[in-house]
Nanobody, 128 residues
């Protein structure tokens, strides 16, 4: 298990950009696939993006493809989510999460239940 702390959320106008960061503790960070998920008020938590433990494979929800980019720096125990061309419907609490098992890549198909460690979340609000 890893402990995760997100940062970088805030208020931005539609069309703007934000970069979220997730700092992880523990020496096993580089063995976990990582993901970003989000939850809007009154809605279920949904998958946004995932990256394999090496960073060589990524996966995105259709709603964010071409606008968001997930990346990781294993030397810094950090995973990032670069969000461009933000829309009001991107407003949500964004969570960083680690796969529930080490050294596993699900081929890009992730559900919230597939993650075993979660951060506390960071609020992203996009105004129109």
């Amino acid at each position: 298990q890893v402990q995760l702390v997100e940062s970088g959320g805030g208020l931005v106008q539609a069309g703007g950009s934000l970069r979220l960061s997730c700092a992880a503790s523990g020496r096993t960070f580089s063995t976990y696939a990582m993901g970003w998920l989000r939850q809007a008020p009154g809605k279920e938590r949904e998958f946004v993006a995932a990256i394999s433990w090496s960073g060589g494979s990524t996966s995105y929800a259709d709603s964010v493809k071409g606008r968001f980019t997930i990346s990781r720096d294993n030397a810094k125990n950090t995973v990032y989510l670069q969000m461009n061309s933000l829309k009001p419907e991107d407003t949500a609490v964004y969570y960083c999460a680690a796969d529930s098992a080490r050294s596993r890549w699900r081929g890009g198909y992730y559900r919230p239940i597939d993650f075993g460690s979660w951060g506390q979340g960071t609020q992203v609000t996009v105004s129109s």
